[in-house]
């Protein structure tokens, strides 16, 4: 079945470690996208990639990093995590047609102590 | 200044009622509008999807109008359930694709 996964869904950790977020999705959808979403507040695009070796930064200056090395596969990188980390962050993909929509993964909440 | 405004923040309604909610928005030169629902801790999953040339689109219990004249979307929900109650975010899109988020609507539906 065609989807878009995000692990971990939570996590937790001490400031300055290095996490990665991983986002796959199966769709074989060229562009994908990286998301950071606060408690009640719209959705800020932080990276995006076109396709293969393809990345962009997004509206939103982020700390984190990505990588494409895969069409399915696009992680998102923090060297060292603090607190001003903490939110909600989204991974979405689309097929990039006029109309055609973007497919969003169940988000991975982190929480930086 | 956010190119996509929604209102109302946030409503609570009884189970079997209807609502509105409303999407303004600024991006020009525009290609689509969508509305998504988001449930908590979830990603947003999308309800609707118009272009230029649609001024209305239903989905379920879900419809959404357009007015692409004086950039205006609105979302009804007709006779409302408890699963109901998440966040709704309205996303313009550019004809450079470049994607516009709403704050988002919550909906709270209680019993």
């Known amino acids: 079945e065609a989807d878009i996964y995000q692990t971990p869904r939570y996590l937790v950790i001490g400031t300055g470690k290095k996490i990665t977020l991983e986002c796959s999705q199966t769709?074989?959808?060229?562009?994908m996208y990286w998301y950071q979403q606060d408690p009640g507040m719209e959705l800020h695009l932080i990276h995006y990639?076109?396709?293969?070796?393809?990345?962009e930064k997004g509206d939103l200056s982020s700390e984190s990093t990505v990588s494409r090395i895969r069409t399915e596969h696009f992680p998102l990188t923090l060297e060292s995590a603090r607190p001003s980390h903490t939110s909600q962050y989204l991974c979405?993909?689309?097929?990039?047609?006029?109309?055609?929509?973007?497919?969003f993964g169940p988000g991975t909440r982190l929480t930086v102590l | 200044k956010n190119q996509v405004e929604q209102s109302p923040q946030s409503l609570i309604i009884l189970e079997g009622k209807n609502c509105t909610l409303q999407c303004n928005y600024t991006v020009s030169p525009f290609s689509n509008l969508r509305w998504y629902k988001q449930d908590t801790g979830r990603g947003p999953v999308s309800l609707t999807i118009?272009?230029?040339?649609?001024n209305t689109k239903s989905n379920g219990r879900y419809t959404a109008t357009l007015d692409a004249d004086t950039k205006q979307s609105s979302l009804h929900i007709t006779a409302s359930q408890l699963s109901d109650s998440a966040s709704y975010i309205c996303v313009v899109s550019a004809a450079d694709y470049k994607l516009s988020f709403g704050a988002g609507t919550t909906v709270t539906v209680r019993a």
């Open positions: 990639s076109y396709g293969v070796n393809s990345t």
């Open positions: 769709m074989g959808h060229d562009k």
């Open positions: 118009m272009t230029f040339s649609e």
């Open positions: 979405a993909s689309s097929d990039g047609l006029a109309g055609g929509g973007q497919f």
